[in-house]
């Protein structure tokens, strides 16, 4: 069993920057694809972006290219998500969670492990 504890989140004004990190416990970190989703309120959970384990190769939702940047650190179980730039409309929880499969990543229904989310505030 996979534990996932996200921190970073905070309240931030907009152009602000944040680096959320998730940290893994419980299994081999190297092997999972690791994943960030949001969830604005009263919308439904979206897809962020992703990092496949082996290659590092990683994925972004088309409207975040460019402000926000997923790694990982293997040997601290712990993948991060830099966000720059941030605007209003990235106020949500962000959760973390982790993928045995290494693609399809966008879709939440191949992750098999969450985090119970870190809130991200961006003020206008």
């Known amino acids: 069993q996979v534990q996932l504890v996200e921190s970073g989140g905070s309240l931030v004004q907009a152009g602000g920057s944040l680096r959320l990190s998730c940290a893994a416990s419980?299994?081999?970190?190297?092997?999972?694809?690791m994943g960030w989703f949001r969830q604005a309120p009263g919308k439904e959970r979206e897809f962020v972006a992703a990092i496949r384990w082996g290659e590092d190769m990683t994925y972004y939702a088309d409207s975040l290219k460019g402000r926000f940047t997923i790694s990982r650190d293997n040997a601290k179980n712990t993948v991060y998500l830099q966000m720059n730039s941030l605007k209003p409309e990235d106020t949500g929880v962000y959760y973390c969670a982790a993928a045995r499969a290494d693609y399809g990543l966008g879709d939440e229904g191949l992750y098999d492990y969450w985090g119970q989310g870190t809130q991200v505030t961006v003020s206008s």
């Open positions: 419980g299994g081999t970190f190297s092997r999972l694809s």
